[in-house]
Nanobody, 114 residues
Framework: VQLQASGGGLVQAGESLRLSCTASASIHSIPTVAWYRQAPGKQRELVASIIHGIGIDYSDSVKGRFTISRDSVKNTLDLQMNNLRPEDTAVYYC?????????WGQGTLVTVSS
């Protein structure tokens, strides 16, 4: 599965961004899809995920502000990010898991200024 993330950019605190990840396979056919992020000097962390048969989950730091979704028309995995904070600054990666194999997009940079 090839993944291509886009939508990052520079915004001010309180503004919104929408990230999209285009997949080479049907986005609905992939059992687990997720967004991760990695801030400078920190480990990559899970932001939000959609797991088949389980549902949607968010990290506590983004709950209520971010929404993960799949667009079957565009075949994308999206992340709507509202009320952005400087601490959301990171490279965001889309992820797909099929069996024991993890697939990663190339990452898109989100910078939030205060």
């Amino acid at each position: 599965v090839q993944l291509q993330a886009s939508g990052g950019g520079l915004v001010q605190a309180g503004e919104s961004l929408r990230l999209s990840c285009t997949a080479s396979a049907s986005i609905h056919s992939i059992p687990t899809v997720a967004w991760y992020r990695q801030a400078p000097g920190k480990q990559r962390e899970l932001v939000a995920s959609i797991i088949h048969g389980i549902g949607i989950d968010y990290s506590d730091s983004v709950k209520g502000r971010f929404t993960i979704s799949r667009d079957s028309v565009k075949n994308t995995l999206d992340l709507q990010m509202n009320n952005l904070r400087p601490e959301d600054t990171a490279v965001y990666y889309c992820n797909a898991q099929r069996g024991h194999v993890n697939y990663w997009g190339q990452g898109t940079l989100v910078t939030v200024s205060s």
